[in-house]
């Protein structure tokens, strides 16, 4: 850990001096501030049209932050060849990437808490002026949708830590990412579609299936950290969804950053 955590705020501090922060950070304020003009545009939904343009705000924000900036995080000690320097110190391979990791980790939670705490604002704001529409309202949903969107996006900078392990330039590293996030937020809805093609009238090959499924299981199913609409209404979930979603989480993710050290060892660098 003594090795770890010089490499982690060396990495958030990095973050967090990049100027792709202050413009995510300026976008979501904006997006906040037109939360209060949506929503008052639907009278009747103020409070669940306020609650799911919060989170999809913060959602917004966050995957921008693991695509421009987490991202080049590693691919930035590469190309300016400062990645020599850190590992000619007594620093193996897999604390350099661990330590990248946690830094990126902290970035998001930190990044995600402040834009939390102006959706809260926004939120309570909406509430307080439309305290009629707020009937099935729930903090404690909202809270742990965040949650779940955090837990997301340190799987999904895993995976791109996973990618740069073995990739040659950062774009290949963006472009694999955002195709796994593309693929993460519809596999569950195209896997059940495939398995029940009759329903919508349509036909679909056995080797279809087979695919649909392996893919089901090798990438991560990002549409289950998803609870935007459960908390837009207010409904609670099973205490063993919770836990089953941030056991797949953590696991997924370990699993994710653990393979990328194992990759990393054996990296050749120009």
């Known amino acids: 850990m003594t090795v770890l955590w010089p490499i982690t705020l060396i990495t958030f501090k990095e973050g967090i001096r990049n100027r792709a922060v202050y413009g995510i950070s300026l976008l979501a304020l904006l ?4 939360n209060f003009l949506v929503a008052g545009m639907m009278p009747r939904n103020v409070g669940k ?5 919060a989170l999809s705000t913060i959602s917004l924000s966050g995957i921008l932050l693991v695509l421009f900036i987490g991202i080049n995080l590693l691919a930035k000690d590469i190309d300016r060849r400062t990645i020599y320097m850190v590992l000619a110190r007594p620093i193996s391979r897999s604390q350099y990437i661990i330590g990248k990791f946690f830094g990126m980790c902290l970035l998001i939670i930190v990044t995600i808490g402040l834009l939390s705490i102006l959706a809260a604002l926004s939120i309570g ?3 307080a002026l439309y305290p009629n ?3 099935r309202f729930s903090w404690s949903m909202i809270l742990l949708a965040v949650l779940f969107e955090m837990l997301m996006l340190i799987v999904l900078s ?5 990618f740069a392990s073995f990739t040659s330039t950062s774009f290949i590293t963006l ?4 195709i796994t996030y593309i693929i993460g937020q519809s596999l569950a809805d195209v896997k059940a579609l495939v398995e029940s093609p009759q329903a919508v009238g349509i036909t679909v090959s056995p080797l279809t299936v087979k695919t649909v499924q392996t893919a089901y299981y090798v990438f991560p199913n990002l549409s289950l950290f998803d609870i935007k609409l459960q908390a837009a209404h207010g409904l609670a979930l099973p205490f063993s969804l919770v836990l089953w979603t941030l056991s797949y989480g953590v696991i997924y993710g370990t699993l994710a950053i653990v393979l990328a050290s ?7 660098f120009p």
Do not use: C
Not at 49 to 53: E, H, I, P
């Open 175 to 178: 472009v694999l990412t955002v």
């Open 125 to 127: 704001s909406l509430k």
């Open 31 to 34: 997006l906040f501030g037109a």
């Open 262 to 268: 194992l990759i990393f060892r054996k990296k050749e």
């Open 133 to 135: 529409y707020f009937e």
């Open 49 to 53: 049209v306020a609650v799911d343009f």
């Open 158 to 162: 895993a995976l791109s830590f996973l």
